[in-house]
């Protein structure tokens, strides 16, 4: 086993990472970049942020791909992610390493389990069929598994909608360590699900694949006021998902705007006629935070962010080859290096 790290025993204390795809939504800041925002500085060991441009390639363009790899971190470090506690690096970076690792891993899952994964099923109801669909779509969980367990993540944060993919990752390490021995870290969810945001319209979550259902950190002031005022609340007097939804939006985005949304959510209640109201505070909060980021993206330099991903790739790396060194060795080809 590596010297420097206890086959089994947790390295980074939280893995987590974001598809650049376009524009983070504010779905995004809440649900996927704030939970790190708090743990950053309480934490004693590591947190790994990645760029997951290796994933987005299941149903993006290669060239889209590369186009947003820079404006995802400017946006990390605009948002507040602190490269002193959280070592961000761009998944490619580590294809070799990763790749390797998946390897191994499929040997422990069945098809039949990768088929009933949720992502492959709402790709295949989306209008994707299995004459089209790419392997790579049903490889996915591998290579999420790889990315997470490489690093021996204590926790990962995740939603409903990516927990079936965390469990998979967890079978992977427990299947592994039983036939192999206790190389890999079953990683524990942190659970993100009370940070689930709707789209402004329609049943689905909030998302960048969307844009005119989702409030982007790119959308200008007249953008934002233009989605928000055409967006689903409830009929007086009832509460909907979709007005619990634009509330809990608006308590993490500015807690300060808090006392006002309850106010007006109450009159809400008592069948008072103040949505009109509440659409144009709502807008306010979500504008002035965009704003906010904007100021801190506009004054990032190029060469910051080349410092930070030089950074988190030597530490991703560094990580990577400790665990795959005691992958190698359980599965006994260290005897061949």
């Known amino acids: 086993m590596s010297s420097d790290a206890i086959a089994g025993e947790p390295g980074v204390a939280l893995l987590t990472g974001l598809r650049p795809t376009g524009s983070l939504t504010l779905a995004n800041v809440v649900g996927a970049v704030q939970p790190i925002l708090r743990l950053q500085a309480a934490s004693e060991r ?76 709402e790709k295949l109801r989306s209008g994707q069929q299995p004459e089209n669909a790419t392997a790579a779509l049903m490889m996915y969980p591998v290579l999420m598994a790889a990315d997470i367990l490489i690093h021996r993540a204590a926790q990962v944060p995740v939603g409903q909608d990516q927990l079936a993919h965390l469990e998979l990752a967890r079978l992977i390490a427990r299947r592994f360590n039983a036939d192999y021995g206790a190389a890999l870290v079953e990683p524990q969810p942190l659970r993100a699900d009370a940070l689930r945001i709707l789209a402004l319209r329609g049943g689905a979550k909030m998302s960048k694949s969307d844009p005119e259902t989702a409030l982007l950190l790119s959308d200008r002031d007249s953008e934002i006021e233009r989605k928000i005022s ?80 030089r950074a988190g790739t030597a530490f991703a790396r560094s990580s990577a080859a400790r665990t795959l060194d005691d992958v190698r060795t359980a599965l006994g080809f260290r005897a061949f290096a």
């Open 230 to 309: 055409g967006c689903q609340t409830a009929a007086e007097g009832e509460m909907s998902l979709h007005l619990e939804s634009h509330v809990k939006l608006i308590d993490a985005l500015d807690p300060s705007a808090t006392a006002r949304v309850r106010l007006l959510v109450d009159a809400h209640l008592r069948g008072e006629r103040v949505m009109v109201e509440f659409k144009r505070h709502f807008a306010q909060v979500a504008a002035q935070f965009v704003r906010g980021v904007g100021a801190r993206r506009a004054a990032l330099e190029d060469a910051a962010i080349d410092r930070v991903l």
């Open 46 to 121: 590591p947190i790994l942020l990645f760029v997951a441009d290796l994933h987005a390639l299941t149903d993006n363009e290669p060239q889209a791909v590369a186009r947003q790899v820079r404006t995802t971190v400017r946006d990390l470090l605009a948002l507040g992610i602190d490269t002193t506690q959280v070592q961000v690096f761009v998944q490619s970076a580590l294809t070799h390493e990763v790749n390797e690792l998946a390897g191994y891993l499929a040997r422990e899952v069945r098809v039949s389990e990768l088929l009933r994964q949720p992502s492959l099923k």
